[in-house]
């Protein structure tokens, strides 16, 4: 079992920065896979970026790539997400999830039902 707890959002103004994090408890956390999804007001949870363990491959969304950077601290058993150069369209709760799969199907990271926890989210608000 692995539980999820996302901080670190928050309102910015456009163009700033924010960076969320996602701590895990479990012993094995540095054998999971961990992803940020998004969900604005009315539309649907979409991905935003994930990354493996061993070796740490990373995938991003084509609308987030350049701006925002995912990593993780297995030692701290925390993933972040470093977010630049924010727009208003990236308004939205945000949720980190996991799965102990890594996928050969780059497209598998992008899906929800792939992921076995989640957690409770965070708002990120962007003002224009």
């Known amino acids: 079992q692995v539980q999820l707890v996302e901080s670190g959002g928050g309102l910015v103004q456009a163009g700033g920065s924010l960076r969320l994090s996602c701590a895990a408890s479990g012993r094995t956390f540095s054998r999971y896979t961990v992803g940020w999804f998004r969900q604005a007001p009315g539309k649907e949870r979409e991905f935003v970026a994930a990354?493996?363990?061993?070796?740490?491959?990373?995938y991003y969304a084509d609308s987030v790539k350049g701006r925002f950077t995912i990593s993780r601290d297995n030692a701290k058993s925390t993933v972040y997400l470093q977010m630049n150069s924010l727009k208003p369209e990236d308004t939205a709760v945000y949720y980190c999830a996991a799965t102990a799969w890594r996928f050969s199907v780059i497209s598998d990271y992008q899906r929800t039902g792939k992921y076995d926890y989640w957690g409770q989210g965070t708002q990120v608000t962007v003002s224009s």
């Open positions: 990354i493996t363990w061993s070796p740490g491959n990373t």
